[in-house]
């Protein structure tokens, strides 16, 4: 770290100290009115977060908050991974877990271990000001500064509890406080994009923590071993970490309904205006623990200026609910597409992890803006639970009052991958499949886009825009007449190698 980070870090750590004393004010009762404030935070750890951080107790917790805390602070001898997204306070949460056992006495000895020293120094400073100029916790537990053992990286408390960061590789052998071993391993933020993409690197990682950081519990003893972290990677320590847990929960931003998993903290709105300014392969890294490399199969997608719509012979909206029971959170999509001389165009798109209803809308704002000026067919995919969704679409959309005649595509599609690779690969190839330009700024044409370049059999990528673009050509080739034939461009010869 150069002199002028140091700086600036040393200054932010001392805004940080002053707002942790300015908002831990100390309550005004009698000995005994505390001796039973304290008796009940203690029982009730929710509250005692609440109470000695203020600062950063800024919104009610959400049901995984309080159920993961529960766990830990019952179970002594528990192995849990915790791949929470962006945003739900992976770190914070420790901080107040690992405070609370350290001051009611049920752990002594704690590790924090990190990708390197730095970054685990850096989050053990939370826990080192918090401690020394936390005024409520002084108030309530007396001073913990001790001014023999107290500095960064490596402090214990007056009562002897003891606090050590380690970067990973670092030798973590012999650390014992008196006789205690290490009673909490906390790792926290342990991968970087660039250790998982080399397969040598992560094999050292992961065996320095198994033959070497994890040892320093006491087999017989308690211990509480937490990794935590958003899945960046496949071929990360958090996944590694997931099939050895006794517990791994995966939280994402949004559940699989498409809503935020923490309303208390993230509002839908400040989900999506957020969401609409990074691409799809960051959202569903950071935000959805859904770690995606670009694919091989849609090396780049065109855009260009389409024509009006009444100069198309007729458009089709079609619509993929893509709902499926499983861990993928799947988007909705519907596309608005149209057949220009040769060409396929994908005119408007609507993606999003959203319900039933919102779909209708997308449908009803579909229908608003081809009005007059063509001719359209709205078509939605209805296979097994599909045909219930486009069923409650229908309903609906009459309770709403209005009426659209909704065609029910309920043809057997087999594999599709295949399917999306043989229809739309070579026109997109042969320069004959555009995006509209006009649309190149809309977050929906944006996750389509991302989605054909994520294309791949191996990948865990979503493809229900793909899908529904599919689907949209399909039905567009049935109503096409037949002398009418898709015009795909050859790829030049060349003479000179012939024969």
């Not at 992560?202 to 935590?228: H, Y």
């Not at 220009?340 to 704002?365: C, N």
């Amino acid at each position: 770290m150069s002199r002028g980070e140091d700086n600036e870090a040393i200054r932010r750590w001392e805004a940080f100290r002053r707002e942790i004393i300015r908002d831990t004010n100390i309550p005004n009762e009698t000995r005994l009115e505390q001796k039973e404030r304290i008796k009940h935070l203690e029982k009730h750890p929710e509250e005692w977060f609440k109470f000695y951080f203020p600062s950063y107790y800024t919104a009610e917790p959400a049901p995984f908050h309080v159920r993961a805390t529960k766990r830990l602070l019952k179970n002594k001898d528990c192995y849990e991974v915790r791949p929470w997204a962006r945003e739900l306070a992976k770190s914070t949460r420790g901080i107040f877990e690992d405070i609370y056992l350290i001051l009611t006495q049920k752990a002594k000895n704690l590790i924090l271990a990190s990708h390197n020293f730095d970054n685990a120094v850096e989050l053990l400073m939370s826990y080192m000001i918090n401690l020394e100029s936390n005024r409520r916790i002084a108030y309530d537990y007396g001073a913990q500064r001790s001014y023999r053992a107290w500095e960064m990286g490596n402090f214990k408390t007056v009562n002897g509890a003891s606090f050590r960061a380690l970067g990973a590789g670092q030798n973590p052998r012999g650390i014992k406080n008196e006789e205690a071993r290490p009673d909490i391993i906390r790792i926290d933020d342990i991968d970087t994009d660039q250790d998982c993409r080399n397969d040598r690197i992560m094999a050292n990682k992961w065996a320095w923590i198994e033959e070497a950081l994890l040892p320093t519990v006491s087999v017989s003893g308690a211990k509480r071993i937490i990794f935590q972290g958003n899945l960046i990677s496949k071929n990360s320590i958090i996944a590694m970490a997931m099939e050895q847990a006794d517990h791994a929960q995966i939280i994402n931003i949004r559940d699989k309904y498409g809503k935020s998993t923490w309303p208390q903290k993230n509002s839908e709105e400040s989900i999506d205006k957020w969401l609409r300014r990074i691409s799809y392969h960051a959202q569903q890294k950071e935000y959805f623990n859904n770690p995606i490399t670009r694919g091989t199969v849609f090396d780049e997608m065109h855009y260009k200026k389409l024509p009006p719509l009444k100069d198309y012979k007729f458009v089709v909206l079609y619509g993929d609910p893509s709902f499926k029971d499983g861990k993928k959170n799947d988007y909705k999509a519907v596309v608005m597409m149209g057949r220009w001389k040769d060409e396929y165009h994908v005119i408007k798109a609507w993606l999003g992890q959203v319900p039933s209803a919102k779909m209708a809308d997308w449908y009803r704002e579909g229908q608003s803006i081809i009005g007059e000026q063509t001719n359209a067919y709205y078509i939605i995919e209805a296979n097994g639970i599909q045909d219930m969704i486009a069923v409650q679409m229908k309903i609906y959309m009459h309770e709403q009052g209005w009426q659209l005649p909704l065609i029910m595509d309920d043809r057997k599609k087999g594999d599709k991958f295949s399917r999306i690779e043989s229809a739309l690969e070579p026109l997109n190839r042969n320069g004959k499949f555009y995006l509209n330009e006009a649309e190149k700024d809309n977050p929906s044409m944006k996750v389509l886009e991302d989605q054909f370049l994520s294309l791949e059999p191996s990948l865990s990528a979503h493809d229900d825009g793909p899908d529904a673009c599919e689907g949209g050509k399909y039905e567009i080739d049935k109503r096409c007449s037949s002398d009418i034939r898709p015009e795909i461009v050859q790829r030049k010869i060349n003479q000179k190698y012939r024969y």
